[in-house]
Nanobody, 120 residues
Framework: QVQVVESGGGLVQPGGSLRLSCAAS????????MGWYRQAPGKQREFVAI???????NYADAVKGRFTISRDNAKNTVYLQMNSLKPEDTAVYYC??????????????WGQGTQVTVSS
């Protein structure tokens, strides 16, 4: 059974920093793409950042230059370093991991979410 567990959320003042972690386990195919999404109250879930198995990264325009995604393949863990946080970054942050099967299909898994609140 695949488990995806996020941690590291909390309350931070504008301009502050937080580091989110997401540990994935249980896939016999390993984890290829790992990423972060967020959902603010009353809004749809949106893409934040992604990192591939080859460590290529992509970011939403809203977070470029402030957030950094990284991964530790030995631990099947993905991180999101968030700097210069703004009130509009307030949201529940979800980890998404993807396993690629030898049969050409992909399996998508989500964590339960971790709350990030940016407020003075």
């Amino acid at each position: 059974q695949v488990q995806v567990v996020e941690s590291g959320g909390g309350l931070v003042q504008p301009g502050g920093s937080l580091r989110l972690s997401c540990a994935a386990s249980g896939s016999i195919f390993g984890f290829n793409r790992m990423g972060w999404y967020r959902q603010a109250p009353g809004k749809q879930r949106e893409f934040v950042a992604i990192i591939t198995g080859g460590s290529s990264t992509n970011y939403a325009d809203a977070v470029k230059g402030r957030f950094t995604i990284s991964r530790d393949n030995a631990k099947n863990t993905v991180y999101l370093q968030m700097n210069s946080l703004k009130p509009e970054d307030t949201a529940v942050y979800y980890c998404n991991v993807v396993s690629l099967t030898p049969y050409g299909s992909s399996l998508d898994y989500w964590g339960q979410g971790t709350q990030v609140t940016v407020s003075s």
